[in-house]
């Protein structure tokens, strides 16, 4: 039900910083978590960051802790990602997804519990 545009993709060196973005159709998106997963040549989609419908809760894997961010201006229909001190192994492509189920009430980090997804952005990290 939620379409989902990912953009702010692109080549930076390592210790830099990006910001990816992800437009989401619909007037419900308030009502939905969401999540940033990304993908690896040779390696299995894996779980970012999610954050709640209203904002106020936020999941980080532990790879990315403390150095990315994730947040959503509902009033723009935008989730965001801030990737700060980028390192090589950030490489892959991000995908942003909407929570299957709408007022959830707990945070999920699993892949078969998102119902809609992005196409997907590409982020490089050269060293």
């Known amino acids: 039900q939620v379409q989902l545009v990912e953009s702010g993709g692109g080549l930076v060196q390592a210790g830099g910083s990006l910001r990816l973005s992800c437009a989401a159709s619909?007037?419900?998106?308030?009502?939905?978590?969401m999540g940033w997963f990304r993908q690896a040549p040779g390696k299995e989609r894996e779980f970012v960051a999610t954050?709640?419908?209203?904002?106020?809760?936020?999941l980080y894997a532990a790879s990315v802790k403390g150095r990315f961010t994730i947040s959503r201006d509902n009033a723009k229909n935008t989730v965001y990602l801030q990737m700060n001190s980028l390192k090589p192994e950030d490489t892959a492509v991000y995908y942003c997804?909407?929570?299957?189920?709408?007022?959830?009430?707990?945070?999920?980090?699993?892949?078969?519990?998102?119902?809609?997804w992005g196409q997907g952005t590409q982020v490089t990290v050269s060293s």
């Open positions: 997804a909407a929570d299957s189920r709408s007022f959830r009430v707990v945070l999920t980090t699993t892949i078969r519990d998102f119902g809609s």
């Open positions: 619909g007037r419900t998106f308030s009502t939905y978590a």
């Open positions: 954050i709640s419908r209203s904002g106020g809760s936020t």
